[in-house]
């Protein structure tokens, strides 16, 4: 079973430029989230979506986008990078609220120069 | 609010030794507790689970119980190995419909490193 899957795994982007993360769930899970982690500060949500067609501000949402067009997939958009964005972004995904674990995926490692 | 606060890491030990990893909340409501793990190059595993008061998740030799009134869900093995070198990760979910619950709010993890 795959899971959660994201790609990419690593990136480098320059200042400026954009970029797609993809996240992709096999599990037909409702729920989908984005977070970032950085060094002492634990993870921390980006946006959500709790169904196809459907996506939410987190605590962090500034700088980025995202989309769900099919329940499957739920897309981190990049439209400006800048270094401050240098991080390791994960997804994760759960059947709805009333289940409780979250499955994540391995990660994107994305370097802003 | 709602947030976790657990112990600052580094933690090192000695293969055998006993580990405890500090975990406290404040929650507006009444959450479940996860602690996670994230092991090398790799994304966050479900490590256990609590869903109510008095409750004990366990697994792989790992144990928290969820105390209510000290508001913690501390993280402890007898004998740790080498391979649980990881950063461990608290965490709350309020369970239910609605578009704003079902996210983690996330300690900020505790590296452990255990050596031979």
């Known amino acids: 079973n795959a899971g959660v899957t994201q790609t990419p795994k690593f990136r480098v982007l320059k200042t400026g430029q954009s970029m797609t993360l993809l996240c992709a769930q096999d599990?037909?899970?409702?729920?989908m989230y984005w977070y970032r982690q950085d060094p002492g500060m634990g993870l921390r949500l980006i946006h959500y979506?709790?169904?196809?067609?459907?996506?939410a501000k987190g605590e962090v949402p500034d700088g980025y986008n995202v989309s769900r067009l099919k329940k499957q997939n739920f897309l981190l958009g990049l439209e400006s990078a800048a270094p401050s964005q240098t991080s390791v972004y994960f997804c994760?995904?759960?059947?709805?609220?009333?289940?409780?674990?979250?499955?994540f995926g391995q990660g994107t490692r994305l370097t802003v120069v | 609010g709602n947030s976790v606060t657990q112990m600052e890491g580094p933690v090192t030990l000695s293969e055998e030794a006993f580990l405890t990893i500090n975990c406290t909340y404040t929650?507006?409501?009444?959450?479940?507790l996860f602690w996670y793990v994230q092991y090398p190059g790799e994304g966050l595993q479900l490590l256990l689970k609590?869903?109510?008061?008095?409750d004990k998740g366990s697994n792989k030799g790992f144990e928290a119980t969820y105390r209510k009134e000290t508001t913690s869900f501390h993280l402890e093995k007898g004998s740790v190995q080498v391979s649980d070198s990881a950063v461990y990760f608290c965490?709350?979910?309020?369970?239910?419909?609605?578009?704003?619950?079902?996210?983690?709010?996330f300690g900020r993890g505790t590296q452990l490193t255990v050596w031979p």
């Open positions: 965490a709350l979910r309020f369970l239910g419909r609605g578009s704003t619950l079902g996210r983690l709010y």
């Open positions: 994760a995904s759960s059947y709805t609220a009333l289940n409780t674990e979250a499955f």
């Open positions: 929650a507006t409501g009444y959450p479940s």
């Open positions: 979506s709790v169904g196809e067609g459907t996506t």
């Open positions: 599990m037909n899970h409702e729920y």
């Open positions: 609590a869903t109510k008061a008095d």
